[in-house]
Structures are given as structure tokens and as C-alpha cells.
């Protein structure tokens, strides 16, 4: 399967925990994209890289989330001290630079904050 | 006015139907929209890119009016596997950071 992965697709934590998700873009794409989408609403932007920049992240919804793409490849998106508002599903996509930005989504991670 | 407005319906047609979706967005500047199927509880997928000049794909066919800031989706003959959320996407504080609308729901019944 060479389209973009997320990992894991499911997370359940208690409130003040910290989480971690992981997305593997498809290979040859050098943009990244985080999103998070709750029940009744599109996808919400969030942040998103190329190769291994940062370019955006003033959507991050607060401090407690960050972002990082150390190696232009894989990205990883970590909630500290979660909260029950934190539950959504955390959405990952890649595109390709110049390729009208056409942006293809991963399976995403499903957050529950008990 | 929100960045990207869509009736969230849901739609009830029967099979065979045409249907149509309409989507405002608020940022003249916009360059790039497109139109994203989300199936329940799936992630969303492109159902096609919209241009200026209309496009068509199969049953489907995507119009952007800029003067009217709107952009249509038309489904014609329905099928039930169309049963889906629209999602509405336009590019609005730049050409990289996509802002969706909350999505028209289509159910197609027999």
C-alpha cells in the first residue's frame, strides 16, 4: 500500500496523559499536512511541514501540541496533559509541491480522552 | 460569514436522482478548491479538483462562479454507493492550508 499511514489508528488515555501519533506520508510527497476533525465537522487545520520545515503551526490548538518531521519523512503529532476535549480523530495528509496541492488523507487516529 | 459555508443537509434522494450541492467560501483570494467524499467514519478522499472553467467526471460535474464566491457539485443518476458527506475545500490563507466545510450528507435509498 503506498498511500499515507497513520499509527496508531486507535488511542484510549486518561485525561492528563500524554500521546503520541505517528503518519508516514506517501513516499514521494514532501508536504505534510495535520488536521483534527470531531464528530459533525470537516477536517480543522492544524499544521503542516515541507521536507523537514515547519512552515505553519499557528493553528496548533494550543501549547500542549507540537509537531515535528525530523528526517523530511515521517512526522510525528504529540498531545501533552491530554483533555477530554482533545477526542477526535487526528487526520494526517501528504501532497506534492507544484502538484496543485492536492492533498491525500491517511486512515487517521481516533482519540478518546476518558 | 464562515470561511467556507455548506448546507449540511442530509439530502434524501432516491436512486436515479440528480442532485446538487452548493458551497460559499468568503476569501476572494482563493485559488485552489476541490470537492472530498468522506464515507462514515473514513477519512476523506478527493472526489475531484474544481476549475474555472467547470469540470466533469463521469456522473459528476463541479462549476466555480468566483463573482459569486460558490462553487456546485451535480450528482446525476445516484447511485446508493453515493451515500456519503461532501466535503466543500478551498485554499484561504494560502495555497497550501486547505479550509473545509462541515460537509452536506447524501443518503441515496432504493
Known amino acids: 500500500d503506498t498511500g499515507v499511514s497513520q499509527d496508531p489508528r486507535h488511542k484510549i488515555t486518561k485525561r492528563g496523559q500524554n500521546v503520541t501519533f505517528r503518519c508516514d506520508p506517501i513516499?514521494?510527497?514532501?508536504?505534510l499536512y495535520w488536521y483534527r476533525q470531531t464528530l459533525g465537522q470537516g477536517p480543522e487545520f492544524l499544521t503542516y511541514f515541507q521536507n523537514e520545515a515547519q512552515l505553519e503551526k499557528s493553528r496548533l490548538l494550543s501549547d500542549r501540541f507540537s509537531a515535528e518531521r525530523p528526517k523530511g519523512s515521517f512526522s510525528t503529532l504529540e498531545i501533552q496533559r491530554t483533555e477530554q476535549g482533545d477526542s477526535a480523530m487526528y487526520l494526517c495528509?501528504?501532497?506534492?509541491?507544484?502538484?496543485?496541492?492536492?492533498?491525500?488523507f491517511g486512515p487517521g487516529t481516533r482519540l478518546l480522552v476518558l | 460569514r464562515k470561511e467556507v459555508e455548506q448546507d449540511p443537509g442530509p439530502f434524501n434522494v432516491p436512486e436515479g436522482a440528480t442532485v446538487a450541492f452548493n458551497c460559499t467560501y468568503s476569501n476572494s483570494a482563493s485559488q485552489s478548491f476541490f470537492w472530498y467524499r468522506q464515507d462514515c467514519r473514513k477519512e476523506p478522499k478527493l472526489l475531484m479538483s474544481?476549475?474555472?472553467s467547470g469540470n466533469e467526471d463521469g456522473r459528476f460535474t463541479a462549476q466555480l462562479n468566483r463573482a459569486s464566491q460558490y462553487i456546485s457539485l451535480l450528482i446525476r443518476d445516484s447511485k446508493l454507493s453515493d451515500s456519503a458527506t461532501y466535503l466543500c475545500?478551498?485554499?484561504?490563507?494560502?495555497?497550501?492550508?486547505?479550509?473545509f466545510g462541515k460537509g452536506t450528507m447524501l443518503l441515496v435509498s432504493p
Open positions: 475545500v478551498v485554499n484561504t490563507r494560502g495555497y497550501s492550508t486547505l479550509t
Open positions: 474544481v476549475y474555472s
Open positions: 495528509a501528504s501532497s506534492l509541491f507544484g502538484d496543485r496541492e492536492t492533498q491525500y
Open positions: 513516499s514521494e510527497h514532501n508536504r
